[in-house]
């Protein structure tokens, strides 16, 4: 019976949260994409590279609007997506012909090693399953998928967050670095 005690929950409900910090949320996550979405349909359009992924929408919500959560904090938003994307490719490389296999394996090992490396960040999940799913833009990239678009991207959009998030008077970003 305890088991499905816990899932009435037990905890109160966030509290709303006030238009200025909604505001500084859009506007980190407008001129966070605004770059690598630039890059990538603008400068890049046509050829190879693929300067956005999924992933960097996920990784906007934390970085952006929940800017205190330790899964949004500088080692998590790098570390997790750079860990993700090399465990991607290796598993999209090792297991292409069992897609079903290479997604799990990758999403799941994903979450191990960065929950090993404190580096946890959830759209770094994303992050490896588009490793493997991914057009062949996606796996013609190889590892360099972990170069650009995931080093770049997420160096950018860190960026960015550092000085948005230092901008508004109520926000402090990052909590910590390391």
Same mark, same amino acid.
């Given at each position: 019976?305890?088991?499905?005690?816990?899932?009435?929950?037990?905890?109160?409900?966030?509290?709303?949260?006030?238009?200025?910090?909604?505001? &500084?949320? &859009?506007?980190?996550?407008?001129?966070?994409?605004?770059?690598?979405?630039?890059?990538?349909?603008?400068?890049?359009?046509?050829?190879?590279?693929?300067?956005?992924?999924?992933?960097?929408?996920?990784?906007?919500?934390?970085?952006?609007?929940?800017? *205190?959560?330790?899964?949004?904090?500088? *080692?998590?938003?790098?570390?997790?997506?750079?860990?993700?994307?090399?465990?991607?490719?290796?598993?999209?490389?090792?297991?292409?012909?069992?897609?079903?296999?290479?997604?799990?394996?990758?999403?799941?090992?994903?979450?191990?090693?960065?929950?090993?490396?404190?580096?946890?960040?959830?759209?770094?999940?994303?992050?490896?399953?588009?490793?493997?799913?991914?057009?062949?833009?996606?796996?013609?990239?190889?590892?360099?998928?972990?170069? $650009?678009?995931?080093?770049?991207?997420?160096?950018?959009?860190?960026?960015?967050?550092?000085? $948005?998030?230092?901008?508004?008077?109520? *926000?402090?970003?990052?909590?910590?670095?390391?």
């Amino acid at each position: 019976m305890s088991f499905f005690k816990k899932m009435k929950g037990g905890s109160q409900s966030p509290s709303v949260v006030s238009l200025s910090e909604i505001i &500084w949320s &859009w506007l980190g996550a407008f001129l966070g994409i605004t770059p690598v979405a630039f890059l990538n349909y603008n400068i890049f359009y046509g050829n190879d590279l693929v300067y956005i992924i999924g992933s960097f929408g996920a990784s906007a919500v934390l970085i952006y609007g929940a800017v *205190r959560s330790p899964l949004a904090q500088p *080692r998590n938003l790098v570390g997790g997506h750079l860990v993700s994307a090399v465990i991607g490719v290796i598993a999209y490389k090792l297991f292409y012909p069992f897609p079903w296999f290479a997604s799990s394996f990758a999403v799941a090992t994903a979450i191990a090693v960065m929950h090993a490396t404190k580096t946890l960040h959830p759209p770094g999940g994303a992050t490896a399953l588009i490793a493997v799913i991914g057009s062949e833009k996606i796996h013609a990239l190889g590892f360099w998928y972990i170069l $650009v678009p995931v080093g770049v991207g997420v160096v950018i959009m860190l960026i960015v967050a550092l000085i $948005v998030n230092n901008l508004a008077k109520n *926000r402090r970003y990052p909590e910590y670095w390391y």
